[in-house]
């Protein structure tokens, strides 16, 4: 059983800076994309970023250029910089495991994530 754990959420003031982390156990962690997602109050779940087994990113076009997603395989954690925060991208972050091994890319979307965290929440003020 895969258990995905995130971390860092918080408020901060539009222009500041947050680093979400989320701690993986239960399978071989550096064979699988992760992804991060957020969900508004009241909107559906969006794709934010993913980075595959190998490192290869993708981003929504709404946060390119101002989040970056990495990884640490040896310590099992997926990160999602944040900067330049803006009031939109208040919302309950989430990270994802990919259900395939080795997906030749990071996918945008939900159906190829099996696992998820519990959510952090992120609240950016104006």
């Known amino acids: 059983q895969v258990q995905l754990v995130e971390s860092g959420g918080g408020l901060v003031q539009a222009g500041g800076s947050l680093r979400l982390s989320c701690a993986a156990s239960g399978r071989t962690f550096s064979n699988y994309a992760m992804g991060w997602f957020r969900q508004a109050p009241g909107k559906d779940r969006d794709f934010v970023a993913a980075?595959?087994?190998?490192?290869?990113?993708y981003y929504a076009d709404s946060v390119k250029g101002r989040f970056t997603i990495s990884r640490d395989n040896a310590k099992n954690t997926v990160y999602l910089q944040m900067n330049s925060l803006k009031p939109e991208d208040t919302a309950v972050y989430y990270c994802?495991?990919?259900?395939?091994?080795?997906?030749?890319?990071?996918?945008?979307?939900?159906?190829?994530?099996?696992?998820w965290g519990q959510g952090t929440q992120v609240t950016i003020s104006s």
């Open positions: 980075i595959k087994w190998s490192g290869g990113t």
């Open positions: 994802a495991a990919d259900k395939e091994l080795r997906r030749l890319w990071p996918s945008p979307r939900e159906y190829d994530y099996d696992y």
